[in-house]
């Protein structure tokens, strides 16, 4: 008697295992985003969750959580349950830059989460102020070697992908600049226009209103092949600087733990949304470019993101609390 209940029992949880799985999301889903709402971060968030709710049949609400970096919003959903109805926008900044220049950081990129996708990888531009003189990269360095330190390079911040990849430059071109961080990219691109800096690493869709309408010459940018959003500029490898890389990118990650059905719904249900052409042309407007992958390559991904950062923030001698 008591093995036949056993039996029963069993049969019961190994039948309500799949249905579990299937119903969900029962419920809306919340996507916490490390960035204040208008900035590209935002806008892929909100373009994207608008798809995906359709296919999952419930709304995803995009809660913004900026400060530190990302690390505000890294560590809310770290600590979150697992169970699919909290899931964050990772960035290079959250999964890639905080692991080194924060010495104290409250969550771990890897052990914490379970990667679902990565969403899209939006290149950095570098960009100067229409008084320099440089009309390519090579030019700018002879410029910038020519005037001593006398150049100064803004970024958006301290540790952002902006400044680390300012700093990859003066590496590799055996430069000798002022870095001058501001809080956000606005200030620093009005500053860079107004002539009180000279260059700066920022992200397209920030630029592109400035390149459009002269008032900021571009160079290159730093992704591995030409952005569509600005076909015509070279890469900074094809400007003479092989192996250069330093992009921002966006991607999906859930708490450690998140059954893997639900992740793979997920996944599923994320790709999907990247097929969509609409959503594919909204997200290029923004200067980023689609890329879907599976959990296991966004895992790897995430490792080599980190390793390549580290060796940026080291050179930079940034560091954070």
């Known amino acids: 008697m008591i093995q036949a209940a056993c039996g029963a029992a069993l049969a019961t949880l190994v039948c309500a295992a799949p249905a579990s799985a299937q119903s969900f ?45 990302g690390s505000i919003a890294a560590k809310t959903v770290a600590t979150a ?32 989460f379970t990667p679902v996708t990565l969403l899209a990888t939006v290149p950095n531009v570098l960009v100067v102020n229409k008084q320099v003189k440089a009309t390519n990269v090579q030019e700018l360095i002879a410029e910038i070697k020519a005037n001593g330190n006398a150049f100064n390079m803004a970024s958006a911040g301290a540790g952002t992908p902006g400044h ?43 630029a592109m209103p400035h390149i459009k309408a002269d008032t900021l ?34 991607g999906i990650v859930a708490p450690a733990g998140t059954p893997a059905a639900t992740v793979d719904l997920l996944n599923q249900a994320f790709a999907k949304a990247l097929a969509s052409p609409e959503v594919r042309q909204r997200l290029m407007e923004e200067g980023a470019e689609a890329a879907n992958l599976g959990k296991d390559e966004f895992g790897a991904f995430i490792q080599s993101e980190i390793a390549a950062w580290a060796e940026a923030v080291k050179a930079s001698g940034a560091s954070a609390n």
């Open 25 to 69: 999301p029962q419920r809306p889903i919340t996507l916490v985003v490390p960035h204040s709402a208008g900035g590209t971060s935002d806008i892929l968030a909100r373009t994207v969750a608008s798809e995906v709710s359709k296919s999952l049949g419930q709304n995803i609400i995009v809660d913004n959580k900026g400060g530190a970096n």
């Open 81 to 112: 349950e697992p169970n699919g109805y909290t899931l964050l926008l990772a960035t290079a900044s959250t999964h890639g830059i905080n692991p080194a220049l924060y010495k104290n950081l409250q969550y771990d990129a890897v052990k914490d």
């Open 164 to 206: 680390l990849a300012g700093e990859m430059f003066k590496q590799r071109a055996g430069l000798d600049f002022v870095h001058v961080p501001y809080k956000g990219g606005s200030p620093a691109l009005a500053d860079l226009i107004g002539g009180q800096v000279q260059f700066l690493f920022t992200t397209i869709p920030g």
């Open 217 to 250: 010459r571009a160079l290159a940018v730093t992704s591995p092949r030409r952005s569509p959003a600005l076909p015509d500029l070279p890469t900074m490898a094809e400007s003479g600087l092989p192996g250069f890389q330093a992009i921002s990118w966006h």
